[in-house]
């Protein structure tokens, strides 16, 4: 792995390489903000923070050069500055989200819904932004998705392992297992495998010929609202437990002059 450091009046600025499971490169920079020796001393002993997305919002994405930017992603970077921690991000599938926020040491997931029990919200900080989440239905299917006939009689999808997958199943739907690959959720849809698919606004990232069928052939609804966090890993909360209240303070400060500067 090359590592470039940039050294100008006690600022240290690194760019690293990470490569996605897709074999992507993603140039991810971070600062550390100017510091005194002790505070140095405490960056050079404390482990780099590791920050997984599936890099599907509009809150995270990957520009055109593949760097991963957006309003979570500044506030992000906001953060562990002023708590003076290095860092990196890797693009992930979903469908890997679950076994790094149970396994992975130094890891934090984005995006995650904020809410739930106080063991999940006591690991979640946020929210950084709000999600849209929405219904790709099929324009063969006359049934209103906010129906209780659409619940009942519907075949629908979502991402693979994710928690909308979990939550479809509990409210009731006829789920059946999707994809972590939003194309192959399009494709169950085109080729009559699923009625609808929930999902968030990815049409932008489809390649021109599936967005032109997916326009022909589907309609797209809101189906709700979510508040987006970031979610510290299982491991990393118990190896170190202060670390979220000092994400939760320096996230605080972020959020609040970025909200002073709209």
Not at 15 to 34: D, E, G, N, W, Y
């Amino acid at each position: 792995m090359r590592m470039i450091f940039i050294w100008c009046h006690n600022t240290i600025t690194a760019t690293r390489q990470v490569i996605s499971p897709k074999a992507t490169v993603l140039m991810v920079a971070f600062a550390v903000l100017p510091f005194a020796a002790p505070a140095s001393a405490a960056q050079d002993t404390a482990p780099e923070v590791r920050l997984f997305t599936h890099g599907d919002t509009p809150l995270l994405l990957p520009d055109s050069e593949g760097v991963l930017k957006g309003p979570a992603m500044d506030l992000f970077q906001c953060s562990m500055n002023r708590m003076q921690r290095a860092f990196s991000v890797t693009q992930a599938p979903l469908s890997r989200a679950r076994r790094i926020l149970s396994d992975m040491d130094n890891a934090i997931w984005f995006p995650i819904a904020h809410r739930g029990g106080p063991e999940r919200m006591a690991r979640a900080i946020g929210p950084a932004g709000t999600l849209d989440i929405y219904w790709y239905k099929s324009r063969k299917s006359t049934l209103n998705p906010n129906s209780d006939t659409f619940k009942r009689s519907a075949t629908v999808t979502t991402y693979k392992g994710s928690a909308m997958a979990d939550q479809l199943r509990r409210e009731g739907y006829n789920f059946i297992e999707g994809s972590a690959d939003r194309n192959r959720l399009v494709f169950m849809l085109l080729n009559g495998q699923v009625d609808a698919f929930a999902a968030i606004d990815f049409r932008g990232q489809l390649p021109a010929d599936m967005l032109q069928k997916l326009s022909a052939q589907a309609e797209i609804s809101i189906k709700n609202k979510i508040p987006a966090a970031f979610q510290i890993s299982d491991k990393f909360h118990t190896s170190d437990p202060a670390f979220a209240g000092a994400f939760r303070t320096a996230f605080g400060h972020c959020l609040s002059a970025a909200n002073s500067t709209k």
